[in-house]
């Protein structure tokens, strides 16, 4: 057939983690048509001396908007990715409550909102996907429901614990968007109003989770000197509820807690020998990226962004925010303004905090609460504090995927502002490159292994019938070039990356090619 594509004499890693071996890949309608030697074709690759691998599925990424703004997801799809799952860290854009007004979680859920031009029309998990198809992706797209979206709307942004009527909302809300296709729930329980959530609320979303057989993802409520009580509460949910979970971008966070990523990898693993399912993800980094607001003490956030900015002007407010700031498990110095809302150039953005303290003569505190007073959620940060150690035993073990929990930019369009984390652009490449020795195991760790986690059956893995999601690298070359300075650069080795059969990337070239699919989660 003239639209035939063949792959030849390439090194098949097929996903499984078997090993991998020399064979010819056909590529016939969208899908792998065959797998072998002596096949032909009317149009032939010659991919010798290059890995062919499936396309890498990224269960933790926010380009929830991004998508919208340039659906080619190009930091992504250069890279190989070819799945994203979108929603995550509770931060999705649906469903809300009928009713609800959208501006206040728009302004809480900022951090993936980088486009200010993307119309948000929607109000339940259809619209949502509606928009997608829309826009034409150029990767196929999941989405889990967001924690935020689903409490603000219905409880609000006040302290309180939501009532029993509101919950039964909240799960009729959930049940109706597992329906309609999302693979599952999010939590971030660091965003307002999610600090506010009780267990009860937990376990109940949980359990509609779990009736469904779809994933329960978390961002847990500390990552510093709390995280193993906070691991410890997803399990104890996972175990009560007996909901599949994901413990997200497992880490932790100041020289004082080095060491607790182990015990909490104890944890999972003693739930996991009981017979619960319960795995993690990690970005190979040793910096994260989030909303400087995440800083602020819980009870200061209430009422959304739009009353907690104002409350930071009150002179007894900032000074209790000091107080909670005195001790802090990470440095002025490990964190590093990475994006703001104003036009870009922005003077502060690219600096890091002491940085910009030592140049104002004032300290850090007083820097971070005039930003968040004058911006609210519109700037975000990468921060350190974690260790090597820490990193390598989540990547080694049996539980853990690797997940780049970024966002899809165009690196000269409007999502090409600031200096962001530059996972957008190399978490793949660098986990291959700098910690994948075992190949066959380290792909399935990027392909069929999330893929699984997630309940998509048909994606991860190279074998006749499936979608053809495919990459082909040089393992000599491959290298992610982004860095935290200059992090709008492409990986380098990734030679083609086809999504659903038609090639989208063909070396350093996008071709322009949208072939993703709106994935919906199924029973």
């Avoid at 690298?473 to 080795?493: I, K, S």
């Amino acid at each position: 057939m003239p639209d035939d594509l063949l792959l030849a004499g390439g090194l098949v890693v097929d996903g499984s983690g078997a090993p991998g071996f020399r064979a010819d890949v056909l590529v016939r309608d969208g899908v792998i048509a065959a797998v072998g030697t002596g096949l032909s074709a009317p149009r032939v690759r010659d991919v010798a001396g290059r890995v062919v691998c499936p396309g890498f599925v990224d269960i933790h990424t926010h380009s929830d908007l991004t998508l919208l703004s340039d659906p080619r997801g190009l930091s992504k799809v250069h890279q190989g990715v070819t799945t994203e799952v979108v929603g995550n860290c509770g931060l999705g854009v649906a469903p809300l409550a009928a009713g609800a007004p959208v501006e206040p979680i728009r302004q809480a859920v900022a951090y993936l909102d980088l486009d200010p031009g993307v119309s948000w029309s929607w109000a339940d998990l259809d619209g949502y996907l509606a928009a997608l198809v829309a826009a034409g992706p150029g990767v196929n797209v999941a989405t889990l429901v967001g924690h935020l979206a689903l409490h603000a709307s219905v409880v609000g942004f006040t302290d309180r614990p939501a009532d029993f009527a509101e919950v039964e909302l909240m799960c009729g809300l959930l049940g109706d968007a597992l329906d309609a296709g999302a693979v599952g729930l999010s939590t971030g329980l660091v965003y307002a109003p999610l600090p506010y959530v009780r267990e009860d609320e937990l376990i109940a979303l949980a359990e509609v989770v779990a009736g469904r057989d779809r994933i329960f993802t978390w961002h847990v409520r500390n990552y510093d000197d709390e995280l193993l009580d906070s691991v410890s509460q997803a399990v104890r949910v996972a175990r009560a509820t007996g909901a599949r979970t994901q413990i997200s971008h497992l880490a932790a966070v100041g020289r004082r807690n080095w060491g607790a990523v182990r015990r909490a990898l104890d944890l999972i693993g003693a739930a996991n020998a009981d017979g619960f399912d319960v795995g993690v993800d990690i970005y190979p980094y040793l910096h994260g990226n989030a909303p400087l607001s995440q800083l602020l003490p819980a009870h200061v956030q209430e009422g959304g962004p739009a009353v907690w900015a104002g409350r930071l002007a009150d002179p007894a407010v900032r000074a209790e925010v000091r107080k909670a700031w005195a001790d802090r498990p990470n440095g002025w110095d490990e964190i590093t303004v990475s994006w703001t809302s104003r036009p870009a150039p922005d003077p502060v953005v690219g600096q890091t905090v002491a940085d910009l303290a030592a140049a104002a003569g004032v300290d850090g505190p007083e820097v971070v609460l005039d930003l968040l007073a004058a911006l609210g959620n519109g700037v975000l940060m990468t921060a350190g504090g974690r260790s090597e150690d820490d990193l390598r035993a989540v990547l080694t073990h049996p539980a853990a995927v690797v997940a780049s929990d970024g966002l899809a930019l165009d690196p000269d369009g409007v999502t090409g502002a600031g200096v962001p984390h530059p996972r957008c652009y190399g978490t793949f490449p660098r986990y291959l490159r700098w910690y994948g020795a075992d190949l066959p195991d380290a792909v399935r760790r990027c392909t069929s292994a999330p893929a699984a986690r997630v309940g998509l059956r048909d994606r991860g893995l190279l074998r006749v019938g499936a979608p053809a999601d495919v990459v082909v690298f040089d393992p000599d070359r491959l290298a992610d070039r982004a860095t935290f300075t200059a992090p709008h650069q492409f990986a380098a080795g990734i030679d083609l990356v086809l999504v659903n059969g038609a090639v989208a990337v063909d070396g350093a070239t996008h071709t322009g090619v949208r072939a993703g699919h709106v994935l919906r989660g199924s029973a």
